[in-house]
């Protein structure tokens, strides 16, 4: 592609299936011979201590400098051990809004035709705060914190978002009636940014009944705006009324156009290192990247080949229902390009 410099970015393949499907996005990117050159970066065996975990300060570091990455998932054990990588990376790099498009693909028939969501979650704070401990023996306590400065900035971000392309509404999604306090604060946020936005339609929905909503007709919706843990699920139920995880993709942004592309999914450890994941859920986050490099020309090319390679209905992966590996999949989207 010429006139553009070659960028450098970070990639981490992460855990799992990651590798895997890391790959995917390394060989489609030469076949298209993207300007992009990969720092690439793993997870570490023994606790950094400047960040507490296992990712590494130079893998911080290299993020920081690039200013543009993308990564495969991570594991973290439940109920147990170190601190996760995810909370890590967001945290230590403010990467304070996760936005999650989920559009149905052409050809890949589901219950629903026409999904276009955007969810925007919050993705500092809330119960992913990882404030949590024992008050006494059979008595736990998790901190969730709200703060107005994080609210303020993903509400800002959430219809800055809307309006530059072109969307028309935006429902912040919430539980202010149990939790007067935090969600309450989030959605006053919300309004306040709102009200600079009177060409948006903007309306409040409580998180249950927007679960029931979404799934009766996900057309009532267009940008969803909340708070952490209630855009890790919402974005798992958007991911579901398309196909499933192996689909979506999305992008933590920071400040200053800091980006960390990522699917939505985990490291899928019921078929890790057996050649039946799906990559196109990293390869669209990758396509997000670019996106965001303005390197529309290349972005728009590897869309199109994965759009033409899942419409040709001969190369599903075992998530959609179909046979073929990973690495077959890839080749096909390379033969497609
Ligand atoms: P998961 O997303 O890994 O898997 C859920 C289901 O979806 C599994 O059946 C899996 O096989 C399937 N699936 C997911 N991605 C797929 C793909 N690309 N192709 C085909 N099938 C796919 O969720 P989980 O099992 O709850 O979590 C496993 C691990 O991943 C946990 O350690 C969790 O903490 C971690 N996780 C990491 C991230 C991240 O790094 N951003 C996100 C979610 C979960």
């Not at 507490?52 to 109920?79: D, H």
């Not at 919050?122 to 901190?143: F, I, P």
Request: aromatic fraction near 6%; charged fraction near 20%.
């Amino acid at each position: 592609f010429s006139g553009a410099g070659t960028i450098r970015a970070t990639l981490f393949p992460g855990d799992g299936i990651g590798p895997e499907i890391a790959k995917a996005v390394k060989q489609v990117f030469s076949a298209v011979q993207v300007p992009i050159e990969w720092e690439e970066h793993y997870v570490g065996t023994v606790v950094d201590p400047k960040t507490g975990s296992f990712i590494t300060w130079n893998s911080m570091e290299s993020v920081r400098q690039c200013g543009i990455g993308l990564k495969g998932p991570m594991a973290t054990p439940i109920g147990k051990g170190h601190k996760s990588l995810n909370l890590t990376l967001r945290k230590e790099l403010g990467l304070y809004a996760n936005v999650r498009p989920c559009l149905s693909i052409p050809g890949y028939k589901t219950r629903y035709d026409d999904v276009d969501l955007i969810t925007i979650r919050e993705n500092t704070e809330g119960e992913y705060s990882g404030l949590e401990h024992q008050v006494v023996r059979g008595v736990v306590e998790s901190l969730k914190i709200i703060t107005r400065q994080a609210s303020i900035r993903v509400a800002e971000y959430a219809f800055h978002y809307a309006k530059l392309h072109g969307r028309k509404r935006v429902s912040a999604i919430h539980k202010a009636n149990i939790m007067k306090k935090t969600d309450g604060l989030f959605l006053q946020c919300c309004r306040e940014v709102a009200e600079k936005y009177p060409d948006l339609v903007y309306e409040e929905v409580i998180i249950d009944n927007c679960c029931m909503m979404l799934v009766k007709n996900p057309a009532l919706f267009d940008v969803l705006v909340m708070p952490n843990l209630y855009g890790d699920i919402i974005s798992d139920l958007c991911a579901g009324l398309i196909g499933g995880l192996g689909l979506t993709p999305s992008g933590n942004i920071g400040d200053n156009g800091l980006a960390l592309m990522e699917a939505v999914h985990g490291t899928a450890p019921d078929i890790a290192g057996k050649n039946m994941a799906n990559p196109t859920a990293l390869l669209l986050s990758s396509v997000m990247m670019l996106k965001h490099l303005k390197m529309n020309e290349p972005a728009e090319k590897i869309h199109k080949s994965i759009l033409k390679t899942i419409a040709d209905g001969k190369w599903r992966t075992f998530d959609l229902g179909g046979s073929t590996s990973c690495s077959d999949y890839t080749k096909a989207v390379i033969d497609n390009l």
